[in-house]
């Protein structure tokens, strides 16, 4: 029994004994280790061993410097489209430009899950300029130019931070009137923009169209419109009237006319003019036929018969009783100048004494003007 007891307290001795020494050992160890290190418990548990702390390598007790965790390349350690940044016993990751964290945080380490994830920046109203339209690339966007502009400065595609270039509105200038037209109107000059045409003053719209559009070639195109001229035929005359002259049929021509014979010109214009309505307009002269009055008989005649007074008419004379018709014409005729013309008939007195036996037998005749 004695026995048993002093072994036992021999064994506890021993292991108080080895519990002292550990506790010795380990107080030295854990003061040998470097600032940037711990003392941590051996996986064995049989003593103390100092550790570098995260961050740093070394063998914890004369030396413990930085690890660059860059060094393995930002792609590895930060994910896509990053950069590293290397600290003191740390690291710390950012995005390239044109990529965003996906926590919206300037800067992140990656074991959250956050990666770097490409900007829309076509989201910006107007980043690319009037006329512009973006399209987003990974990490970047280009811009090019709308329907109806075109690029300046550069070419397409372009980036507006880095190349002069800009869109600009393509401008047609001011439209060109076709042969024969003329512009109406026109609501400016640049794409889209419409001109209207008419054909002008004489001219009227035979084919095509009147209508012209700014189109994004810098052109004015559609409009075809034909325009011929005026014509208005032939001049008619009015009643006792006829055509003197004429220079042509087309707008703008004169016809000239005057009263036909026998007729004088009273009243009203001579002279009408081809208008753009395809009439002959102005002339309206008025012409009457000439009245010579009653025509007076010659000496010696009288006037037997007589078709009227005016122009053509006729008056026909004999000489009066007791004269005989020697020579001339005894029809006259109302002219053109209102004068009757061509009568010029001659009378003489009859010598009735030639006539033998006339008084009858001692009897004298005694002549007196045409009478016995």
């Not at 390239?96 to 992140?108: A, C, E, K, R, T």
């Not at 047609?172 to 008419?198: H, I, K, N, Q, W």
């Not at 002279?271 to 002269?285: A, F, T």
Request: proline residues 2%.
């Amino acid at each position: 029994m004695e026995d048993r007891n002093t072994a036992m307290i021999v064994l506890l001795l021993l292991c108080v004994t080895a519990e002292m020494q550990v506790a010795g050992l380990s107080l030295d160890v854990c003061a040998r280790c470097h600032p940037k290190a711990t003392c941590d418990d051996k996986s064995d548990r049989s003593g103390k061993v100092c550790n570098c702390k995260y961050g740093f390598v070394g063998n914890g007790i004369s030396h413990c410097r930085d690890k660059d965790e860059c060094q393995i390349g930002a792609s590895k350690i930060c994910g896509l489209h990053s950069d590293c940044h290397n600290t003191q016993g740390s690291y710390f990751c950012t995005c390239l430009s044109g990529f965003i964290p996906s926590n919206n945080m300037d800067m992140f380490t990656p074991n959250d899950g956050t990666h770097c994830q490409d900007i829309d920046e076509c989201t910006v109203t107007g980043l690319c300029g009037e006329g512009g339209q973006c399209r987003n690339l990974v990490g970047n966007f280009e811009c090019s130019c709308i329907l109806g502009y075109e690029v300046q400065n550069g070419a397409e595609p372009f980036h507006p931070h880095r190349d002069k270039a800009s869109c600009k509105v393509v401008d047609c200038g001011r439209p060109e009137a076709a042969e024969d037209t003329v512009l109406l109107s026109v609501s400016g000059t640049t794409y889209g923009s419409a001109a209207m045409f008419v054909c002008k003053e004489g001219f009227v719209w035979r084919r095509g169209n009147n209508r012209s559009v700014c189109e994004d070639d810098g052109l004015w195109r559609g409009g075809n419109m034909s325009c011929e001229v005026v014509d208005c035929g032939r001049p008619e005359a009015a009643e006792d009237t006829v055509l003197l002259s004429v220079s042509g049929t087309t707008y703008g021509s004169a016809a000239m006319f005057v009263c036909k014979e026998g007729f004088v010109w009273r009243r009203g214009n001579n002279r009408s003019v081809c208008e753009d309505d395809g009439l002959w307009r102005g002339g309206n002269m008025s012409c009457e036929v000439v009245d010579c009055g009653r025509p007076e008989a010659a000496e010696d005649t009288v006037l037997l018969s007589v078709s009227g007074t005016t122009y053509g008419s006729a008056a026909m004379f004999v000489c009066k009783e007791g004269f005989v018709w020697r020579r001339g014409n005894n029809r006259s005729v109302c002219e053109d100048d209102g004068l009757w013309r061509g009568g010029n008939m001659s009378c003489e007195d009859i010598d009735e004494c030639t006539v033998t036996g006339l008084c009858g037998e001692g009897g004298a005749v005694q002549e007196s003007g045409g009478k016995l």
